[in-house]
């Protein structure tokens, strides 16, 4: 829906995005009466909670969908033509890709693999509550990708170094709460980082 509103409907992605999130958001609260959702399959907890080899399920599901990625971003026509549009659309469009494909399909994997973090995370606690599932993740996915750099104004960054920016994340968030940091100021410290890592991109960028 996402990448038909950006691509047929030429709305911003970043407008499109907040708008659908606040559709769904309220859509999910009135269908559930904001009550929790608890799984009655005792087997679903596995998915979020078990472990192969020595490692989590989600950990491993986390490195391979990294791996695909890296893949497609880097060894395929397609990651290229990503980086072409991201970088600039009107001179992408000049060499022949086709920016709204390019568009749409980013935002159909994008949805595919929110998809799976929902399944991660419900799984994980075997339920999941409307009323704060999810909630301000979207600063945590840009914090991630701003740490791991790349680039707000598009067409620079890997994969790999998202993965490592989601650690490092995670590593903040840990010492944040070990450290007994208010979970009200939390959202403050993500935002300090977000602001620290995009001027040091600027700053390369000189």
């Known amino acids: 829906m996402n990448g038909w509103l950006t691509t047929k409907g030429k709305i911003t992605a970043f407008v499109a ?4 999130m606040s559709i769904f958001r309220s859509l999910t609260l009135y269908i559930s009466d904001a009550g929790e959702m608890v ?3 005792n087997a679903y907890s596995e998915v ?6 020595g490692l989590p399920v989600p950990v491993w599901v986390f490195l391979f969908l990294a791996l695909i990625g890296h893949i497609l971003l880097r060894h395929t026509a397609f990651g290229r033509h990503v980086c072409a549009v991201g970088s600039n659309p009107k001179v992408a469009t000049y060499s022949a890709i086709n ?3 390019v568009y749409f399909l980013s935002f159909v994997i994008l949805g595919f693999t929110v998809g799976i973090s929902a399944v991660m995370l419900s799984s994980r606690l075997n339920s999941v509550s409307p009323g704060d599932a999810g909630l301000f993740y979207e600063l945590d996915a840009i914090a991630t990708v701003v740490i791991g750099g790349t680039a707000l104004s598009g067409g620079k960054g890997t994969l ?3 993965v490592i920016g989601a650690i490092i994340l995670g590593v903040i ?3 944040l709460n070990l450290s007994g940091v208010s979970p009200y100021l939390q959202g403050a410290v993500k935002g ?10 600027y700053k390369r960028s000189q």
């Open 173 to 175: 968030n840990n010492m």
């Open 160 to 162: 790999w170094g998202t």
């Open 99 to 101: 920016v709204s494909k």
């Open 48 to 53: 979020g909670t078990g472990y192969f080899l």
């Open 39 to 41: 799984s009655q399959n």
């Open 17 to 20: 995005t907040l708008a659908t």
């Open 192 to 201: 300090l980082v977000i602001l620290i890592a995009v001027l040091m991109q």
